[in-house]
């Protein structure tokens, strides 16, 4: 299998273990659903890194469009997150929780972005 590939697995299996861990926070009390948050987080952080790996594969010398696909990456993971870690605030409705979770996530999805694509060209390149 190449790296590629790999990378590939890695981000798909990533994204479908923190999609069943963040379904499965229901009727949990307080302190697993803190360890939930964390493992959803190391989740998501490990797809969108693998996904970085991924994108840099395939846009080895167009360094602006590995950033805006890092960006819309990172952009959907930390609102994910975040929505799921504002949900134990119960005096947010959800569409005020979405709104809230959207504008923290697109004040840190850039700096996210330029960290994934530096990591991704240390270690793949």
């Known amino acids: 299998m190449k790296q590629r590939d790999q990378l590939l697995v890695g981000m798909v299996l990533g994204l479908v273990t923190s999609a069943a ?3 499965r926070r229901s009727g949990l009390d307080p302190g697993q659903q803190a360890v939930v948050a964390a493992l959803a987080l190391l989740s998501l952080g490990s797809s969108l ?3 970085a790996g991924w994108v840099e594969r ?3 010398s167009l360094r602006s ?3 805006v696909l890092n960006l819309l990456a990172s952009w959907v993971c930390i609102t994910l997150w975040l929505e799921f870690a504002l949900a134990e605030l119960r005096q947010l409705d959800t569409p005020l929780r979405w709104l809230l979770a959207l504008a923290l996530a697109w004040m840190s999805a ?7 694509t530096r990591l991704a060209r240390r ?3």
Do not use: E, Q
């Open 49 to 51: 890194v693998a996904w």
């Open 58 to 60: 395939g846009t080895a």
């Open 21 to 23: 861990v963040l379904v």
């Open 65 to 67: 469009r590995a950033l």
């Open 110 to 116: 850039p700096l996210a972005s330029f960290g994934l």
């Open 123 to 125: 270690l793949w390149s």
